[in-house]
């Protein structure tokens, strides 16, 4: 036998396994809503951690056994439940929904065919076994018009981006609408450099592109400042221009399944600023839906507070108190009414909760407009996860699993009255103070976030605006990416102080520690280096102010563990910081968690501060802000981008948060 013939006959057994595998994961969805028809019958809810983990645990074993590696089989039935999930969920829907069931849909959505909404729109048809009617459209304003009309059945409006966060003009379209959100759903969004098959980079001179997406891909097109852009209404249109076109000297950005349906192939692929990049389309129909109980659900509602300090806190804490989680806050102006805004949330729970009514009557009480925009399932499925001891298939000792599960109460380690971060320990609130910022013990800080450039003297210019914008101190990121850092770093520095301005860099990587100290005012740890405990320890042994930033997986108590670690080694100059944790509403973007501001200033002296620059849209955050402080935050620290663009609108929007905070909500 040849070793061509060789070579295709292995070819051959894996086609043939490829084909079985394919067989046996039909099979298995189909069991799996064989699973969902008990559930409605039982009304069960349509997941079960702690039957996921003891299977992902049996997997992972037999996996090892068999010579497999385990996150190999832990990520790849990650996938498999996933997708049995929200099987479960679209078919218990639809049999809650028996009169909204067709075999067909029409869809409308933004632009022509391969645009990132068409591609949203398919795979929610395709999860729901139904046939998609295209409507393409120009506007979000036709999108919504053709539902309303009839000519649509349901219209998809991408409402964020994990890279570019939220459309407002997706936002302010709700507004003036009365169709219901009926769903969600979200998608890689992958950029590509379309081009004529047989074009190559350096030929390209015109780029054709959404705005979304140029603002996506920022970064590379900073580094290609040759090319000119021309803006389009979608990636749809992007991609059939250059299609008309029979230069090789035009590109479209775009997803490569988009592409193929215009002949264009990718130039270059993974053009977002972030490897993460995904969409959130929301669903809009002309009725609401019921959500079944036992699926996880979302409501979505728009309020007006009224016009009176502490009145967004004040319907904040109503959620608090009936245990509703909120995964999403956005302010946007309201038409015709200067300085006022109207506030959308997101909120963990179904329209039918009896706390939800209850607190929905509550709010109707203290707001001068509230209405319901649509209850719908959550599609968005956290991965179970398993800890490294049942990845490493490890004995687990019951008193190891009893402190894993943090159920052990009467450990002195857990002890807080004997802990340093404790009140009861130190009933005197701390207040860490480096030139003209301070925070904690009733005063309130302003750090701005800026990325680290190898240009000193853009910085300067950016410190002179962020001084006069009321910043007292500047955060810079991204150290790993400068090369020749140390000399940059004291160039950054002494930028920084000719404003009156303490220098704080993050350490994202243990790597970083050494470069930064000498350089630095203050530390930032990163929430990835939280649990790294050699690290904290290092930390420990140095004289300077330190802001440890909570784990976006990580509690409360976890959080406060590793301050006591810092505590414990010597340095007392600890800020905690809270930028969001992860939600069951979103695999990616975190959420901040204003329970845990409250919960931690009840417990701690420590000052804690909140960072928006990951959980909110950039420049749109200052009703959180503002929430924060009369919740007792001790600071914040807000992103600035001059990478952007619109940088004097920048820094004029963080004036006025900050004018906001430090007049017209002081706490007294």
Same mark, same amino acid.
């Given at each position: ?179 219901? %959100? ?26 054709? !592109? ?49 592409? !193929? ?23 809009? !129909? ?79 009480? %203290? ?7 649509? #209850?719908?399932? #959550? ?99 991204? %150290? ?189």
């Amino acid at each position: 036998m040849t070793k061509e013939h060789s070579l295709n006959h292995t070819r051959e057994q894996i086609s043939a396994l490829d084909n079985e595998l394919l067989a046996l994961l039909a099979k298995r969805r189909d069991l799996s809503l064989d699973v969902a028809r008990s559930k409605e019958v039982d009304i069960r809810p349509i997941r079960d951690t702690q039957r996921e983990k003891e299977l992902l645990t049996r997997l992972v074993k037999q996996g090892r056994e068999q010579g497999l590696d385990a996150h190999y089989v832990l990520s790849l039935y990650q996938s498999i439940i996933e997708d049995s999930v929200l099987n479960q969920q679209a078919y218990l829907q639809g049999r809650a929904n028996p009169a909204l069931q067709k075999q067909q849909y029409t869809i409308a959505y933004l632009g022509a065919r391969g645009s990132y909404s068409y591609l949203a729109a398919t795979r929610y048809c395709e999860r729901r076994q139904v046939t998609m009617q295209d409507l393409g459209c120009k506007s979000f304003d036709e999108i919504v018009q053709a539902v309303e009309s009839g000519h649509a059945d349901y219209g998809f409006l991408p409402i964020e981006n994990t890279s570019s966060g939220s459309i407002n003009e997706v936002y302010d379209v709700l507004q003036h609408t009365s169709l219901s %959100i009926v769903g969600e759903t979200t998608i890689e969004v992958g950029h590509c450099l379309l081009a004529h098959p047989g074009a190559r980079l350096s030929q390209i001179k015109t780029v054709y !592109a959404h705005p979304q997406p140029i603002s996506q891909c920022s970064r590379f097109l900073s580094h290609h400042p040759e090319l000119k852009l021309e803006y389009c209404s979608s990636s749809a249109e992007a991609m059939e221009q250059v299609f008309a076109s029979n230069e090789m000297t035009v590109a479209a950005i775009g997803s490569a399944e988009g592409g !193929a349906l215009y002949q264009l192939e990718a130039v270059e692929k993974e053009l977002a600023n972030q490897k993460i990049n995904q969409s959130r389309f929301i669903v809009v !129909a002309r009725k609401a839906i019921a959500v079944p109980e036992q699926l996880p659900a979302k409501c979505t509602l728009i309020m007006a507070t009224g016009q009176k300090p502490g009145a967004l806190v004040e319907a904040l804490l109503v959620l608090k108190a009936h245990n509703l989680n909120m995964s999403k806050l956005e302010s946007r102006p309201i038409p015709g009414t200067p300085w006022e805004e109207m506030f959308y949330l997101d909120l963990d729970a179904n329209l039918s909760n009896e706390s939800m009514q209850k607190a929905l009557k509550e709010l109707e009480r %203290i707001t001068r407009f509230i209405k319901v925009l649509g #209850c719908y399932p #959550c599609e968005t499925v956290n991965p179970t996860q398993l800890s490294n001891s049942q990845l490493m298939i490890e004995p687990t000792t019951s008193r190891t699993a009893e402190l894993n599960d943090g159920n052990n109460d009467n450990d002195s380690s857990i002890q807080t009255s004997h802990r340093r971060w404790s009140l009861t320990q130190k009933p005197q609130l701390t207040q860490i103070t480096h030139g003209q910022l301070a925070i904690g013990n009733g005063q309130f800080g302003a750090i701005a976030q800026l990325k680290l450039t190898t240009d000193s003297q853009d910085i300067a210019q950016q410190a002179k605006q962020l001084k006069e914008a009321g910043f007292q101190a500047v955060l810079l990121t991204g %150290i790993q990416h400068v090369q020749h850092v140390s000399p940059l770093l004291d160039e950054v520095k002494r930028a920084l102080h000719q404003f009156d301005l303490s220098c704080v860099f993050e350490i994202e990587y243990e790597t970083e520690l050494k470069q930064a100290v000498g350089h630095a005012d203050i530390l930032l740890i990163s929430g990835k280096q939280m649990h790294h405990k050699p690290l904290l320890q290092q930390i420990g042994s140095l004289h300077i102010p330190v802001i440890l930033e909570r784990n976006t997986m990580a509690s409360v108590d976890e959080l406060l563990a590793s301050a006591e670690t810092i505590l414990s080694c010597g340095n007392q100059q600890v800020i905690l910081c809270e930028s969001g944790i992860r939600t069951f509403n979103d695999a990616v973007k975190p959420a901040l968690d204003l329970a845990a501001l409250v919960q931690i200033k009840a417990m701690s002296h420590l000052p804690i501060i909140i960072n928006t620059s990951y959980a909110y849209e950039p420049l749109n955050e200052t009703g959180i802000v503002i929430a924060a402080k009369q919740l007792r935050a001790d600071g914040v620290i807000l992103p600035f981008m001059p990478e952007m663009g619109n940088v004097d609108e920048q820094i004029s929007l963080h004036r006025q948060c900050l004018s906001e905070l430090y007049h017209k909500h002081r706490l007294v």
